[in-house]
């Protein structure tokens, strides 16, 4: 089975010490949703500061699932995030220095800034994805409207195993790589 995975919000968290509110104005549709906005130069230049690994954090829960299972089954993993071309080293060093090169079969990386769910719904389509696992509600009922063949989940912290037809909620990562 192919199970794809984003990156931030299941394996990077958010910064830890800024307002909810700060982190909506910067990010806007960086982190949610389907509304598509390009950062600005002195805005690339705030982000690029926000994801140094001082404040994104590793889930090293949910990495240590995925290690753990990655040599035991037969499912091929597979990364797919929608962070922008002007953060293509901070992405890399931060994927080696959380141990998570080694776990996939591939890395997809949006450096050409296509619309996130554009990007990631010509990955899903285009690999023949079984699974795809995202935080973002919105992208996730996007892409499941229109991949019906693809089983979508989103992990959340609230909402354990409710269907939504091709949509599951989910709280635990361990379930979904059974
Ligand atoms: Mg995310």
Known sequence: MK???????????????I??????????????????????????????????SLFRPAIWENIQKIKSTCTQNAHHYYLIS???????????????????SGIFANIYLNFNNEEPHIFKENILKKL????????????LEFLAKH?????????????????LGNLITTTNLQAILK
């Open 147 to 163: 991949n019906p063949k693809i089983v979508f989940f989103w992990l959340n912290k609230k909402s354990n195993l409710r269907l």
């Open 128 to 139: 023949r994805f079984d699974r795809y696992i995202d935080d973002d509600l919105p992208l």
């Open 19 to 52: 307002p909810k509110k700060l982190i909506d104005r910067l990010y806007g549709s960086y982190d949610h949703g389907l509304s598509y906005r390009f950062p600005s130069k002195p805005e690339q230049w705030i982000r690029n500061i926000t994801h140094i």
């Open 82 to 100: 929608s962070r922008f071309g002007f953060l293509k080293a901070r992405t890399e060093y931060l994927l080696n220095k959380y141990e998570l």
């Open 3 to 17: 199970i794809g995975f984003d990156l931030d919000g299941i394996f990077i968290d958010k910064p830890p010490f």
